[in-house]
């Protein structure tokens, strides 16, 4: 089973939608979670951390579930500029990370 | 704002030739990584090095692999004898560490071999 799992997409939404994307992760011990965006041939950049409490920056919010091994972020009021790859990462243990596949969104005009 | 650097951007090698990927991580930054992502798919862990030591490793970062941190700077990945499948975007990345897990990555070097 796959350290980290997520829907690859892509997901088409028009200009002001929201979206929702959803991660799941396989070992129970995974301590740190975070979404990062990564852009055409760039590097991932940190969007946010997330907490158990679930966390809200602008237009942004992530949640997690530890019982079901589950985060998610949600976008609303989707931009042109949110048209990237969200990739979901998870600090397991000491100081390995693990990335997702990533989520591709398009935001339409 | 401070950054992670790595150099050069771009790397042509052929087969078998050694390269050395560059980094200069975040100057108060105490954990340094290495990650590589293979055109079209996701990015895979290399290495954690902390304390001038490597502290973890995956199963990609083989004997071929090594890293270094020749002064109070510099980080490097070397890969000894390149492979056609080693043509990749290598990411370095760095992070404080304590209780801050946030890494921070460089812009990434593209490596090509040929």
């Known amino acids: 089973r796959k350290e980290v799992e997520q829907d690859p997409g892509p997901f088409n939404v028009p200009e002001g939608a929201t979206v929702a994307f959803n991660c799941t992760y396989s070992n129970s011990a995974s301590q740190s979670f975070f979404w990062y965006r990564q852009d055409c041939r760039k590097e991932p950049k940190l969007l946010m951390s997330?907490?158990?409490s679930g966390n809200e920056d602008g237009r942004f919010t992530a949640q997690l579930n530890r019982a079901s091994q589950y985060i998610s972020l949600l976008i609303r009021d989707s931009k042109l500029s949110d048209s990237a790859t969200y990739l979901c990462v998870v600090l397991k243990g000491g100081n390995q990370f693990y990335f997702g596949t990533g989520t591709s969104l398009t935001v339409i005009p | 704002e401070p950054e992670v650097t790595q150099t050069p951007s771009h790397q042509v090698t052929q087969m078998g030739q050694e390269v050395i990927l560059h980094c200069v991580p975040i100057s108060n930054h105490l954990y340094f990584y290495w990650y590589r992502q293979i055109l079209g798919q996701k990015v895979e862990f290399l290495v954690s090095f902390y304390n001038n030591e490597i502290s973890e490793k995956s199963e990609i970062f083989d004997d071929q692999f090594s890293v270094e941190r020749p002064d109070g700077s510099n980080f490097t990945l070397k890969i000894r004898s390149t492979k056609l499948e080693d043509s990749a975007m290598y990411f370095c990345a760095s992070k404080v560490g304590g209780t801050i897990d946030t890494q921070y990555f460089g812009p990434g070097t593209r490596l090509t071999v040929l």
């Open positions: 997330v907490y158990s």
